[in-house]
């Protein structure tokens, strides 16, 4: 009978730490599910921050890119109206103007002097 005793605690001495073993198996898969969510939704929260940063540079990117339209279009208006001035008339105008107030001058300290 002692040996029949001693083998039905040892049963249930095994039986037990089978039972609390599978207990702290499940525990202990719910808490690595537990910290797992918890990382996934850190990834997802800085991914969703990445994602929105991202946007807000696209953005930012495309009102330079529309300034940079609109001042490319005055620039080409600019160039074309200094193509159209024929600028390289200027310099003979400017010599013949000169050359025109000069004898204005002379003329008139020619008249101051005769007076």
């Given at each position: 009978m002692t040996?029949?005793?001693?083998?039905l605690i040892v049963s249930i001495v095994?039986?037990?730490s089978g039972i609390t073993s599978i207990i702290a198996f499940v525990a202990s898969r719910k808490q690595?599910?537990?910290d797992d969510g918890a990382k996934e939704a850190r990834i997802n929260a800085s991914l969703e921050t990445i994602k929105l940063q991202n946007e807000s540079l696209l953005q930012g990117?495309?009102?330079?890119?529309t300034k940079l339209d609109?001042?490319?279009?005055?620039?080409?208006?600019?160039?074309?109206?200094v193509e159209d001035a024929d600028l390289a008339t200027i310099p003979p105008k400017i010599?013949?103007?000169?050359a025109s107030v000069k004898s204005a001058?002379?003329?008139?300290?020619g008249i101051e002097?005769?007076?």
């Open positions: 040996a029949e005793v001693i083998a095994g039986g037990i690595k599910q537990r990117n495309h009102q330079i890119t609109g001042q490319n279009i005055r620039l080409s208006r600019i160039e074309q109206i010599a013949a103007l000169e001058h002379h003329r008139i300290d002097r005769k007076q």
